[in-house]
């Protein structure tokens, strides 16, 4: 199958400070491709679609201000938690779907992301 | 909106026990649904998706899912779990006709002792 890399796959950083989260689409282009937060024992949310091109599309509730989303070309889209905070803690992933008939979505190996 | 039910969140079997795992979906219109599974350290994967015709969909390493429309489910089965089925397992839907993102359930987290 198709391959997403994430990088980096964990990171600790400091309150305040701002980190970026790289997901990219290994040996397929992705027009589109989602940034999902899942919490310790709950459900991924999807945080927003990244659409190469143009800006990203946020859920209802997620602050595009506070999470930067980049798609640059049609293999890497990158996540930018800007002043991050302990609250921020969290696991993210990213997907991307090989074709236009969206029959299959391949996902990153998740970011597991710790602000101290 | 949209929502995706697991009611088993930790389930622990015996190697070669039968394996059934509920998934039940809030929605009135039509959906597709997927079976995600994710190995300790790996990327989700696909186990298996029904879009419409036969309700009972079989996926990989010898998992099925059977979809009942009067019950808004989409539960999944195995004859006969591994040790090497140790993993999460989410249910997820997307809606037909609308943008391509996946509503997930909270995972069952399902553990194969030998």
């Known amino acids: 199958g198709a391959v997403v890399s994430q990088h980096p796959s964990w990171v600790i950083c400091k309150s305040g400070t701002s980190v970026k989260i790289e997901c990219r689409s290994l040996?397929?282009?992705?027009?589109?491709m989602f940034w999902y937060r899942q919490f310790p024992k709950q459900s991924l949310m999807l945080m927003a679609t990244?659409?190469?091109?143009?800006?990203?599309?946020?859920e209802q509730g997620v602050e595009k201000d506070k999470f930067l989303i980049n798609h640059a070309s049609l293999t890497l889209s990158t996540l930018t938690v800007t002043s991050a905070h302990p609250e921020d803690s969290s696991f993210y992933i990213c997907?991307?779907?090989?074709?236009?008939?969206?029959?299959?979505?391949?996902f990153g190996q998740g970011t597991r992301l710790t602000v101290v | 909106a949209q929502s995706v039910s697991q009611h088993n969140h930790h389930v622990i079997l015996s190697e070669a026990a039968s394996l059934e795992l509920g998934c039940n979906y809030s929605?009135?219109?039509?959906?597709?649904l997927f079976w995600y599974v994710q190995y300790p350290g790996q990327h989700l994967q696909l186990l298996l998706k029904?879009?419409?015709?036969?309700?009972l969909v079989k996926g990989i390493k010898g998992f099925e899912a059977e979809f009942i429309k009067s019950k808004f489910s989409f539960n999944l089965r195995k004859p006969s779990v591994q040790w090497s089925d140790t993993a999460e397992y989410f249910c997820?839907?997307?809606?037909?006709?609308?943008?391509?993102?996946?509503?997930f359930g909270t995972g069952t987290r399902l553990q194969v002792t030998l």
């Open positions: 997907s991307a779907y090989t074709d236009s008939s969206n029959t299959e979505a391949f």
């Open positions: 040996d397929f282009q992705a027009t589109t």
């Open positions: 990244s659409n190469e091109g143009s800006k990203a599309t946020y």
């Open positions: 929605y009135g219109g039509t959906v597709n």
């Open positions: 029904y879009f419409s015709g036969d309700p």
């Open positions: 997820a839907l997307r809606l037909t006709g609308t943008a391509s993102k996946l509503t």
